[in-house]
């Protein structure tokens, strides 16, 4: 079935450098939206990209969606402890009814 | 600030038994979804209900699994015959429209033994 993979799986970094993960789908998108997932906790809403080639912003957190809407990326600037979770995409299909979760990366912020 | 809520927060079963995981979700929302997410894996789409009626299920959601609206306002996922691999987490969510953002509920952890 249809399936969205994220990569890296799992990144490591210092507070205060930057990140990104990937997320690339094997057909046309009709629409991305970003959750983020703190350890124990549940999927929380970032955003959604509709737009060929879109890109929004919310403070230090950078999202893109492809030219042509098979692939998006999430780039933070800076990362800061609270940053630590899993970021997942997510397809919202085209009859509205599904939200299909990528694969996720796991990010770990460390001192 | 309205919010989807689950219980129980964990739930304990005999392998063979019957759950029922409840979900409220936030009032005016028209799309219910139940997902499940064994420990640090993927979140899997179990099934979707619009309009009173399921309108989407992936393949993991069989004749095992049943939801129910009972009463305009909770959301039931009934698991019938549990078995060990059926432990996970158990997330309901909600969105107002089938392409706006999903709320997440705090979650069920099911514990088959």
């Known amino acids: 079935g249809q399936q969205v993979m994220q990569i890296p799986q799992y990144q490591h970094v210092q507070e205060g450098e930057d990140f990104t993960t990937y997320c690339n789908s094997s057909?046309?998108?009709?629409?991305i939206q970003w959750y983020k997932q703190r350890p124990g906790g549940h999927p929380v809403f970032l955003i959604q990209?509709?737009?060929?080639?879109e890109v929004k912003k919310q403070k230090r957190l950078t999202f893109q969606f492809g030219e042509a809407k098979k692939n998006s990326s999430l780039h933070i600037t800076a990362t800061q402890t609270t940053d630590v979770g899993t970021y997942f995409c997510v397809e919202n299909t085209g009859t509205a009814s599904k939200l299909t979760f990528g694969t996720g990366t796991r990010l770990q912020v460390t001192l | 600030e309205p919010e989807v809520t689950q219980t129980p927060s964990h739930q304990v079963t005999q392998m063979g038994q019957e759950v029922i995981l409840r979900c409220v979700p936030i009032?005016?929302?028209?799309?219910f979804y139940w997902y499940r997410q064994i420990l640090g894996q993927k979140v899997e789409f179990l099934v979707s209900?619009?309009?009173?009626?399921?309108?989407?299920k992936s393949e993991i959601f069989d004749d095992q699994f049943s939801v129910e609206r009972p009463d305009g306002s909770n959301f039931t996922l009934k698991i019938r015959s549990t078995k060990l691999e059926d432990s996970a987490m158990y997330f309901c969510a909600s969105a107002y429209r089938g392409n706006t953002e999903a709320f997440f509920g705090q979650g069920t952890r099911l514990t088959v033994v």
């Open positions: 209900f619009y309009n009173n009626e399921i309108s989407e």
């Open positions: 009032s005016n929302h028209l799309y």
């Open positions: 057909t046309t998108l009709s629409n």
């Open positions: 990209l509709v737009k060929s080639g």
